[in-house]
Structure formats: structure tokens, C-alpha cells
């Protein structure tokens, strides 16, 4: 068993539709990028890659929004569960950028990547809500399983598990004397509720 784990943490869910597929490669292909160019800095992935987790939640939020008021009718709660989502990968975000410090070149980056991600996650929920919300599910398990590795290589000595910054301590509500390990599982356990709402979402509009 990987270090750290813990229940529901491991459920994949399996393509069904052409939809679900495309879902699931294009995070693939997210994900061979991150390996080629942060290889095993998992801080430093973090931060560029919670700067891209926080876009869809927003996105959905804010086309739910307007899709409720288009039609005058309830939106079942989803623009709340979208916009809290958006809000708390923003929070990740903040976390990481006190642990891993990014670069010059890593703040472009993230500057870019935000860009062009926005806009093609915008274009595809337009597309197919139904499968933005799969592409987030698939994207959330591979956070679950990045954050997993990172956890399994605190406790292995890999990674210096460092005090936790005060804004995490903050937010997750965790002990004064709080590490690393612990603002690790707490974002993972964030990013395993995300990718089960999502998969839910995506579930309900197919």
C-alpha cells in the first residue's frame, strides 16, 4: 500500500463514452508534460499546476450562473460547489507558492499555461459541459495520485518535511506545530472530493 493512503482515495473512473476517452487522454497528455518538466519537484509542480486546477471551477461556475439565469430556474446548488472549488485550488495554490517558492521563468509559465488553458476549458464547456466536468474528474485523480507520490516522498526522507506555512494552518484549521505531511493530506483530500463532484456532475449531465 502507498504510504499515506487512505479510503477513496484510489477509485478510477472507466471511459464509457467517446466524451470520457477524449477526457482522459488529454489529461494524459497534461500529465506526460508535468513528469517531462518538473520530473519528481513536486512543490514546484504544485504550483503551476493548481494555478491551472483553479480555471475550471470558475469557468463552470460562471456559465452555470448565466445558464440559471437564461432559463430562470434553480442551478441545484452547482454554481456554489463550483465556485468553493475554484476558490479552494486557489488556496492550494497559496499554500505551495510559500513551500516551493517558484522562479521567474516558473511565474511565465504559469502566466501562459493559465491563458491558453482558460480559454480551451471555456471553449469545451460550451462544447460539452458534460465532458470539461469528466476532463476535471480525470485531472483530480492525477492530483490524488501526484500528491500521494509527494507524501510517499516526505515520508521517505525524499522531501524536507518543513513546517507548514501559516496560511495553510489557517485555513485547514491544523495544529500550530503542523508539517508538510499534514498540508499534504489535507490537499489531497481536497483534490478526492473534487474529483468525485465532477465525476457526479458529468454523471448527471450524461
Known amino acids: 500500500m502507498t504510504t499515506g493512503a487512505s479510503p477513496g482515495l484510489e477509485p478510477h473512473y472507466a471511459p464509457q463514452q467517446l466524451g470520457d476517452r477524449l477526457a482522459l487522454g ?8 508535468a513528469d517531462a518538466f518538473f520530473a519528481r519537484r513536486y512543490g514546484h509542480r504544485a504550483v503551476v499546476l493548481e494555478t491551472v486546477a483553479a480555471v475550471p471551477g470558475m469557468v463552470a461556475g460562471s456559465l452555470q450562473h ?3 439565469l437564461r432559463r430562470m430556474e434553480s442551478d441545484q446548488g452547482w454554481i456554489r460547489s463550483l465556485l468553493d472549488e475554484a476558490e479552494n485550488e486557489r488556496m492550494h495554490l497559496m499554500t505551495f507558492i ?8 516558473e511565474r511565465l509559465l504559469i502566466l501562459v499555461a493559465q491563458g491558453i488553458f482558460y480559454n480551451l476549458f471555456f471553449l469545451l464547456y460550451l462544447v460539452s459541459a458534460r465532458t470539461a466536468h469528466r476532463f476535471v ?9 501526484s500528491y500521494t507520490e509527494y507524501l510517499a516522498g516526505v515520508d521517505d526522507g525524499s522531501y524536507r518535511n518543513v513546517a507548514a506555512p501559516d496560511i495553510a494552518i489557517d485555513y485547514w484549521k491544523l495544529a500550530p506545530d503542523a508539517r508538510l505531511r499534514e498540508v499534504i493530506i489535507a490537499v489531497r483530500a481536497d483534490e478526492a472530493h473534487h474529483r468525485d463532484v465532477n465525476h457526479e456532475f458529468a454523471r448527471v449531465l450524461g
Do not use: D, S
Request: glycine fraction near 4%; charge should be positive; hydrophobic fraction near 50%.
Open 66 to 68: 448565466l445558464r440559471a
Open 98 to 105: 510559500q513551500v516551493a517558492r517558484p522562479t521567474q521563468f
Open 137 to 145: 474528474g480525470y485531472l483530480e485523480e492525477e492530483a490524488v495520485y
Open 26 to 33: 488529454l489529461v494524459k497528455l497534461l500529465r506526460f508534460f
